[in-house]
């Protein structure tokens, strides 16, 4: 027998607070006020705009949208093509965080653009969750499952939880300090990936809002102004300053040099 043992990174400890229905008649508006309950919305059809920290969304069908609590919030059906939606609101110590591992909260987004078949999967929840028109113990726990499927699905757009986290400015500050410290090894992103423990998408992102490069080209620049600083204040080889500098290949360290800097480690020191 095969025993497995799983712990969750948080404990959501989940509650459902209510759910509905609602077919909307053309501008019918809800808003702005703050609800007390974090609540999603699917749209079963049409359209409508979802405003929420200055921001505003389009939605069309498909659409999940997230009002969350303690905020101003508002959201307005189309006039000519006004939407449908269910929605079920949820409480849960660590709601939250879970919200924002689905990726709700980075950047500011709130809405979730399911495809054809996320669609039919998530119309047949959220219709099972509002089939009842009473709900004792029994049905309760039917709908939380439900509500538990509902979020997993939409995790699985997010690939991994550690994905959606957001890196700060301290973050960017200890992949620099280790690449300074570390140039003279072989680095790759897949290698700062499993050394931090982010997603290389999000590394990437990372490195173009720091530094407007991709992290492969920040390393590359990065060596080569140590080579040029080796250039202008040593007499070493320069196959020793390629090796020094994490060039293993010293005819591309000869190329990449010139492409840089339009003169060779030679012509460099000539000058000097």
């Known amino acids: 027998m095969d025993v497995y043992q799983s712990r969750a990174k948080n404990q959501h400890d989940l509650a459902i607070y209510q759910f509905g229905y609602e077919k909307c008649s053309a501008d019918q508006s809800f808003g702005p006020f703050k609800r007390d309950c974090f609540m999603?919305?699917?749209l079963v059809s049409g359209q409508g705009l979802y405003k929420i920290r200055n921001k505003t969304f389009h939605l069309k069908k498909g659409d999940c949208?997230?009002?969350?609590?303690d905020e101003d919030t508002y959201y307005e059906a189309n006039k000519s093509d006004p939407y449908e939606f269910y929605w079920i609101g949820f409480r849960g110590v660590n709601a939250k965080q879970l919200m924002e591992d689905l990726g709700f909260y980075r950047d500011d987004n709130f809405v979730y653009h399911s495809n054809k078949q996320e669609y039919d999967i998530l119309y047949k929840y959220m219709r099972n969750i509002v089939n009842f028109d009473e709900v004792d113990e029994k049905v309760y726990l039917y709908n939380l499952g439900h509500l538990y499927l509902i979020l997993s699905l939409l995790m699985q757009k997010t690939e991994k939880v550690r994905e959606s986290?957001?890196?700060d400015e301290n973050t960017w500050k200890q992949v620099s300090e280790y690449i300074a410290f570390n140039y003279r090894q072989p680095i790759t992103i897949e290698s700062l990936s499993n050394q931090f423990g982010f997603h290389r998408t999000s590394l990437y992102k990372l490195f173009k809002r720091n530094t407007g490069m991709s992290p492969s080209d920040y390393i590359l620049n990065y060596r080569l102004d140590k080579a040029m600083q080796m250039v202008k204040n040593t007499t070493h080889l320069y196959k020793n300053i390629s090796n020094e500098c994490g060039f293993?290949?010293?005819?591309?360290?000869y190329k990449a040099f010139k492409r840089k800097f339009g003169r060779t480690p030679q012509q460099i020191r000539d000058l000097n």
Request: hydrophobic letters at 55%.
């Open 65 to 69: 949208f997230l009002v969350i609590p």
């Open 165 to 167: 986290v957001s890196i």
């Open 248 to 253: 293993n290949d010293p005819t591309y360290f």
């Open 40 to 42: 999603l919305h699917f």
